[in-house]
């Protein structure tokens, strides 16, 4: 494969419906509804298990990469320095938000799966993605240019 570089998903997928590249790893989010109007092709899906949008896509595991995920997240953050107090308000604030119909329709709208994973299982979560890019960079020996 070569890399081609973009601009953003906007002009990748474009590409591929024009057929100038063959595949591109993109967010679902990002795709839209263009997918579901066959005018592309999803070949598989890098979450732990199949995604409700996509049922009959498989995941990268069941397609013979069992240690293989890369899904798009998003966390909040804020400064170390913050209050605990005003953290754990704004911690219950997101969860209190998150968990509205409103939310959970929208995110499913968008293909966006939504974990329920408290303050300390999101940092935990963070270190070994962490250590798997970075031995992976190193493995590939990927460098900026």
Sequence with gaps: MTCIPYRGSPPAVLALMKNEIQVFPIGLAAVGSSS??????ALAVATPERVPMLPHVPTIAESGFPDFIASNWFGI?????????????????????QNTALVLERFATLGMLVPRLSRQQFTASLKPEAEFWRETVERGKISIE
């Design 36 to 41: 579901s109007e066959g005018k592309l092709t």
């Design 77 to 97: 953050a804020a400064p170390v320095n913050t209050p605990g107090s005003t953290v754990d308000t704004l911690a219950q604030a997101i969860s209190d938000a």
